[in-house]
């Protein structure tokens, strides 16, 4: 089927003639301020009846190009509210810089006439879409995060901010990363009042970037678009505070900017569960995982700047400590070949302390306009100790089949580096380019744990005991290389083709030795090696892929299709305790198809459908016992196939801003070959499964193995408009989602269907900087089929609701509420749990400049806070809830630093700022 499917798409389309064609470019500015004017609407019109060629908007920088124009004669048309219409006639013979384009200002004199309008929210480019911040108000002193949780289509699911029903995975501001890959800490760092406007988009790969050409790889990205009066200066946030049961809270954020060089600095401490150091403390839901008690000790640090006109330099560094103590109760019910049931119970306390260092550098050098280097290494090191136990049992629904205590304490450690490094070269034909990447990925990681347990089995003839006390070591390294070519040729004034070729290696070792502690304790005792509990084992995978891609580019259609075919050979190697060897080769064609069509500028449509592989990871290969839970035994498979995904993904994007309403609507599908998926044998009586490794009755052993049938579709919708008559914004959002998950249980397999239909709203005010308020609700409907064992089947409801409100009352007295519900039913005994978390402070704003401001909060006013959640997978659907931070009191005090261009001290900045509010 796939290889039928192939030869039809490369069938569909033809090669383009080939004609002559250049590039224009140009910098639009203010005229008479030498300042770039990003998002300018540029256009290209045909002398004869000024129809259009082609548009394309200006950059952040103001920077625009028109590639691949036919020679002739045209009219460049430049637009932008509030400024007049810009003319140029050109004469198009040879590639064309306009160098800088002024466009002026316009200045209107209305004498007595007031004219009132409501200022756009936003507009529709292409795949971006861009919001105006100033059409989106906030307190003075409230944070990017409380900006962004107000546009259309953004919202948050399990404490994850999402875009147009993805998660956003990356943060940009003025183009360039922001603290790496930490969307939280990111946005916690701005102020929303230095924001002019956000863009919301998928962002290609570095490669795509470089060639032009799509690969696929993208991430969804905000990027955040300062004010130019704000890019020079120092502004930030500190908070201290101090409450009931010893809860604290010390916390700063400090930028600097001076125009491209940028430096922010992050630090943070506290016991109330604040993981990033957050503008508004009553805010809890992405800040603040309602999953254990957690201190934190944060130090983080963001450089950016421009080195010799031509090197962009991006780095960021954090250390973090966290330590969790969680206690947990566990419910599972597993699927089993008959009627019959079997529950599991457990309640387990875990104290986990965590050191972190993350170091990201991205350099980007520009040599010329033909030729760009780019180099991104990234550094992570962790340490981690755990003190952990659990009690579990297991039954039918009216008797114990087994039970266990458990006590283990260990040390982790893990190093991980990665380096990519790309070069591009830009030929004098337009559209022909080659680029060169190469990746390059080392990993260390040593693990080291006690674990003492004390096993019961039930039986007619008489409970039986077993006593074991280990000690587990687990050393692992994997070293990863990949080199990629890829060469770039236009067909044609719209065509362009790419030629690529890709090499890689992956080498995982991992050794795992377990001693028993004979004779004593682990002090005392002496260790033997238990043989059936250990393995030295190695995996290669070598791939070579190589490519063959045509694009298609008009002014509203955009058409991309390659094919390529991979060979991979992965080896397995196993040195102890009995050496072996599998060899195992993969040959595939993975064909992909992008489309895209802009219906207008603001209405744009995309279709994508991608082919890929996954390989078995190490931990899925290495064929050894875990016996981390007696009860519940884990090992790998060696014999493992990768996973072939077939994937359809629909985008459709619509915004109108002249009323201020979107729709975005998201559509996903996976069909998975060979998925790795999980067998679980349930023991009916003592079966022996190793040497020396006995399977008792009621015991299971889970074991990856590959399963054709899984599949998954979800989708999201979203509908945004203004509420003129309250000053406020609405969206409603809905989403549909099925997966179904093929498992095997003693030989059988079956089938775990889940789907779920949410649904949910937001109002978000838009009234003043003294009065905000967030309304969200999200509602979900879910059903559980089981193919295998009806009485697993379930349906279960989950709604949230949440109100975030801050009012300045008088004098500078400010209230704030954050309010979280929550309903669940359906769930097993015990977890269906109700309750509200209620937040609530009163603060008084001091100092002539309003920067301070000293407050009382009360956290969970009411002591109901709780945390419930279901998983489902496809050999058991379990139940859990968590501890949870409990009620207390904090008063705490809170300086915003505002200080911009050279010169300018506090009280001029609060003067300029009341006039701009007045002018607006």
Same mark, same amino acid.
């Given at each position: 089927m796939?290889?039928?499917?192939?030869?039809?798409?490369?069938?569909?389309f033809?090669?383009?003639?080939?004609?002559?064609?250049?590039?224009?470019?140009?910098v639009?500015?203010?005229?008479?301020?030498?300042?770039?004017?990003p998002?300018?609407?540029?256009l290209?019109?045909?002398?004869?009846?000024s129809?259009?060629?082609?548009?394309?908007?200006?950059?952040?920088?103001g920077?625009?190009?028109f590639?691949?124009?036919r020679?002739?004669?045209?009219?460049?048309?430049?637009?932008?509210?509030g400024?007049?219409?810009f003319?140029q006639?050109?004469e198009?013979?040879?590639?064309?810089?306009?160098?800088?384009i002024?466009?002026s200002?316009v200045?209107t004199d209305?004498?007595?006439?007031?004219i009132e309008?409501?200022r756009?929210?936003?507009?529709?480019k292409?795949d971006?879409?861009?919001?105006?911040?100033?059409?989106?108000?906030?307190?003075?002193?409230?944070?990017?995060q409380t900006l962004i949780?107000k546009l259309p289509?953004?919202?948050?699911?399990d404490?994850?901010?999402?875009?147009?029903?993805?998660? $956003?995975?990356?943060?940009?501001?003025?183009?360039?990363?922001?603290?790496?890959?930490?969307v939280?800490?990111?946005?916690?760092?701005l102020?929303?009042?230095?924001?002019q406007?956000?863009e919301?988009f998928?962002q290609?790969?570095?490669?795509?970037?470089?060639?032009g050409?799509?690969?696929?790889?993208?991430?969804k990205?905000?990027?955040?678009?300062?004010?130019?009066?704000?890019r020079?200066?120092?502004?930030?946030?500190?908070?201290?505070?101090?409450?009931?049961?010893?809860?604290?809270?010390?916390g700063?954020?400090?930028?600097?900017?001076?125009?491209?060089r940028?430096?922010t600095?992050?630090?943070?401490?506290?016991?109330?569960?604040?993981?990033?150091?957050?503008?508004?403390?009553?805010?809890?839901?992405?800040?603040n995982p309602?999953?254990?008690v957690?201190?934190?000790?944060?130090?983080?640090?963001n450089?950016?700047?421009?080195?010799?006109d031509k090197?962009?330099?991006?780095?960021?560094?954090?250390?973090t400590?966290r330590k969790?103590?969680?206690?947990?109760?566990?419910?599972?019910?597993f699927?089993?070949?008959?009627d019959?049931d079997?529950?599991y119970?457990?309640?387990?306390t875990?104290?986990?302390i965590?050191?972190?260092?993350q170091?990201n550098?991205?350099?980007?050098?520009?040599?010329?306009?033909?030729?760009r280097i780019?180099y991104?290494?990234?550094?992570?090191?962790?340490?981690e100790t755990?003190n952990?136990?659990?009690?579990?049992?297991?039954d039918?629904?009216?008797?114990?089949?087994?039970?266990?205590?458990?006590?283990?304490?260990g040390?982790?450690?893990?190093?991980?580096?990665?380096?990519r490094?790309?070069?591009?070269?830009?030929?004098?034909?337009?559209?022909r380019?080659?680029?060169?990447r190469?990746?390059f990925?080392?990993?260390w990681?040593?693990d080291?744990?006690?674990?003492?347990?004390?096993?019961t089995?039930?039986?007619?003839?008489?409970?039986?005991?077993?006593?074991?006390?280990q000690?587990?070591?687990?050393?692992?390294?994997?070293?990863?290389?990949? =080199?990629?070519?890829?060469?770039?040729e236009?067909?044609?004034?719209?065509?362009?083709?790419?030629?690529?070729?890709?090499?890689?290696n992956?080498?995982?070792d991992?050794?795992?030795l377990?001693?028993?502690?004979?004779?004593g304790?682990?002090?005392?005792?002496?260790? =033997?090696?238990?043989?059936?509990?250990?393995n030295?084992?190695? =995996?290669?995978?070598?791939?070579q892929?190589l490519e063959f891609g045509?694009?298609?580019?008009s002014?509203?259609?955009k058409?991309?299709t390659?094919?390529e075919?991979?060979d991979?050979?992965?080896k397995?190697?196993?040195?102890?305790?009995?050496?072996?060897?599998?060899n195992?080769?993969?040959q595939?064609?993975t064909?992909?198809?992008r489309m895209?069509?802009?219906?207008?500028?603001? !209405?744009?449509?995309?279709?994508?459908?991608? !082919?890929y592989?996954?390989e078995p990871q190490?931990?899925?290969?290495?064929?050894?016992?875990d016996?981390?839970?007696?009860?519940?035994?884990?090992?790998?498979?060696p014999?493992?196939?990768?996973s072939y !995904?077939?994937?359809i993904?629909?985008?459709?994007?619509?915004?109108?801003?002249?009323?201020?309403?979107?729709?975005?609507i998201?559509?996903q599908?996976?069909?998975?070959?060979?998925?790795?998926?999980?067998?679980t044998?349930?023991?009916?009586?003592?079966?022996?499964?190793?040497?020396?490794?006995i399977?008792?009755t009621g015991?299971?052993?889970?074991?990856?193995?590959?399963?054709?049938g899984?599949?998954?579709?979800?989708?999201?919708?979203?509908?945004?408009?203004?509420?003129?008559?309250?000053?406020?914004n609405?969206?409603i959002?809905?989403?549909?989602?099925f997966t179904?998950?093929?498992?095997?249980?003693?030989d059988q $397999?079956?089938f775990?269907?889940?789907?779920?239909?949410?649904?949910?709203? =937001?109002?978000?005010?838009n009234?003043s900087?003294q009065?905000?308020?967030n309304?969200?609700?999200?509602?979900?409907?879910?059903e559980?089929?089981n193919?295998l064992n009806?009485?697993?089947?379930?349906?279960?409801f989950?709604?949230r609701?949440?109100?975030n409100?801050?009012?300045?009352?008088?004098?500078?007295? $400010?209230?704030?509420l954050?309010?979280?519900?929550?309903i669940?039913?359906?769930?097993?005994?015990?977890?269906?749990?109700?309750?509200?978390?209620?937040?609530m402070?009163?603060g008084k704003?001091?100092?002539?400049?309003?920067r301070?401001e000293?407050s009382?909060?009360?956290?969970?006013?009411?002591?109901?806070?709780?945390?419930?959640?279901r998983?489902?997978?496809?050999?058991?659907?379990?139940d859990?809830?968590?501890?949870v931070l409990?009620t207390?009191?904090?008063?705490?005090?809170?300086?915003?630093?505002?200080r911009?261009?050279?010169?300018?001290?506090?009280?001029?900045?609060a003067?300029r700022y009341?006039?701009e509010?007045s002018?607006?």
């Amino acid at each position: 089927m796939k290889y039928i499917l192939s030869i039809f798409i490369f069938g569909f389309f033809t090669i383009q003639s080939f004609s002559q064609s250049f590039n224009i470019k140009g910098v639009v500015i203010v005229e008479g301020k030498q300042e770039a004017l990003p998002f300018v609407n540029v256009l290209l019109l045909t002398v004869s009846d000024s129809s259009q060629v082609t548009g394309t908007v200006s950059d952040i920088d103001g920077n625009f190009t028109f590639s691949g124009v036919r020679q002739g004669d045209y009219i460049l048309k430049v637009q932008y509210l509030g400024f007049r219409d810009f003319f140029q006639t050109l004469e198009l013979t040879s590639n064309l810089d306009l160098g800088n384009i002024p466009v002026s200002e316009v200045a209107t004199d209305l004498n007595e006439v007031i004219i009132e309008a409501r200022r756009s929210t936003g507009t529709q480019k292409g795949d971006t879409t861009l919001f105006n911040a100033d059409a989106f108000k906030t307190m003075n002193d409230a944070s990017a995060q409380t900006l962004i949780e107000k546009l259309p289509g953004v919202s948050s699911e399990d404490g994850i901010l999402q875009a147009q029903g993805e998660a $956003i995975a990356q943060i940009l501001v003025d183009g360039k990363p922001f603290f790496g890959t930490d969307v939280k800490t990111a946005l916690q760092n701005l102020p929303a009042e230095v924001i002019q406007s956000i863009e919301v988009f998928d962002q290609k790969s570095e490669k795509s970037q470089l060639s032009g050409f799509d690969d696929g790889e993208r991430l969804k990205t905000i990027n955040i678009i300062t004010k130019a009066s704000r890019r020079k200066g120092q502004f930030g946030k500190t908070t201290a505070g101090y409450g009931t049961d010893d809860r604290y809270l010390v916390g700063a954020s400090i930028n600097a900017f001076d125009e491209e060089r940028r430096i922010t600095f992050t630090g943070l401490t506290n016991n109330v569960n604040i993981l990033n150091y957050t503008s508004d403390p009553n805010a809890q839901d992405n800040n603040n995982p309602q999953q254990g008690v957690i201190t934190t000790n944060i130090l983080g640090l963001n450089y950016t700047d421009l080195w010799m006109d031509k090197i962009k330099v991006t780095g960021s560094y954090m250390f973090t400590k966290r330590k969790n103590v969680g206690v947990v109760d566990r419910f599972r019910d597993f699927v089993t070949t008959d009627d019959s049931d079997k529950f599991y119970r457990e309640n387990s306390t875990d104290v986990r302390i965590n050191n972190q260092h993350q170091a990201n550098l991205r350099l980007d050098y520009n040599i010329n306009d033909k030729n760009r280097i780019l180099y991104i290494p990234r550094f992570s090191a962790r340490y981690e100790t755990e003190n952990s136990g659990f009690i579990g049992e297991t039954d039918n629904g009216f008797d114990l089949i087994n039970s266990v205590r458990n006590l283990k304490t260990g040390k982790y450690q893990d190093f991980d580096l990665f380096n990519r490094l790309l070069y591009s070269h830009k030929f004098d034909k337009p559209g022909r380019t080659i680029t060169f990447r190469t990746n390059f990925a080392k990993g260390w990681n040593e693990d080291s744990s006690d674990r003492k347990a004390e096993n019961t089995f039930y039986e007619e003839s008489g409970n039986r005991e077993e006593i074991i006390d280990q000690r587990t070591t687990r050393e692992r390294t994997g070293d990863f290389w990949q =080199s990629r070519v890829s060469y770039t040729e236009p067909l044609g004034q719209k065509g362009q083709m790419e030629l690529e070729y890709q090499i890689g290696n992956r080498l995982n070792d991992s050794d795992k030795l377990t001693f028993n502690v004979e004779n004593g304790d682990f002090e005392s005792g002496n260790l =033997s090696l238990d043989t059936a509990l250990s393995n030295t084992f190695q =995996s290669k995978y070598l791939t070579q892929e190589l490519e063959f891609g045509y694009q298609y580019l008009s002014e509203k259609l955009k058409v991309q299709t390659e094919l390529e075919y991979q060979d991979a050979r992965l080896k397995n190697n196993q040195f102890f305790p009995n050496p072996d060897i599998l060899n195992k080769t993969f040959q595939n064609f993975t064909p992909t198809v992008r489309m895209e069509y802009k219906f207008s500028t603001n !209405t744009n449509l995309q279709f994508d459908y991608d !082919t890929y592989t996954n390989e078995p990871q190490i931990s899925q290969l290495q064929a050894v016992i875990d016996n981390t839970n007696p009860l519940q035994l884990r090992t790998g498979n060696p014999d493992l196939d990768q996973s072939y !995904t077939n994937q359809i993904r629909f985008r459709f994007r619509s915004n109108n801003p002249d009323t201020d309403k979107n729709w975005n609507i998201f559509a996903q599908s996976r069909f998975v070959d060979n998925f790795i998926s999980n067998s679980t044998l349930i023991a009916s009586e003592p079966t022996e499964i190793q040497d020396g490794i006995i399977l008792e009755t009621g015991s299971q052993l889970n074991k990856p193995v590959n399963l054709d049938g899984f599949k998954d579709f979800r989708s999201w919708f979203s509908y945004g408009m203004p509420f003129g008559f309250i000053k406020s914004n609405f969206n409603i959002n809905a989403g549909l989602g099925f997966t179904q998950r093929p498992g095997q249980v003693n030989d059988q $397999i079956g089938f775990n269907n889940s789907s779920r239909l949410s649904t949910g709203f =937001s109002l978000s005010s838009n009234i003043s900087d003294q009065v905000d308020f967030n309304i969200w609700s999200r509602s979900s409907f879910n059903e559980v089929n089981n193919s295998l064992n009806s009485s697993l089947n379930s349906k279960f409801f989950q709604q949230r609701f949440r109100v975030n409100f801050n009012w300045i009352i008088w004098e500078g007295i $400010i209230y704030r509420l954050d309010l979280n519900h929550q309903i669940n039913s359906g769930l097993s005994q015990g977890f269906d749990t109700n309750f509200s978390l209620v937040n609530m402070s009163v603060g008084k704003k001091i100092f002539n400049n309003q920067r301070g401001e000293i407050s009382l909060m009360v956290y969970d006013l009411f002591g109901e806070n709780a945390n419930v959640r279901r998983n489902i997978t496809e050999t058991f659907v379990e139940d859990i809830q968590s501890n949870v931070l409990q009620t207390y009191v904090m008063l705490s005090f809170t300086y915003n630093l505002r200080r911009f261009s050279k010169g300018m001290d506090e009280n001029d900045y609060a003067e300029r700022y009341q006039n701009e509010e007045s002018s607006n």
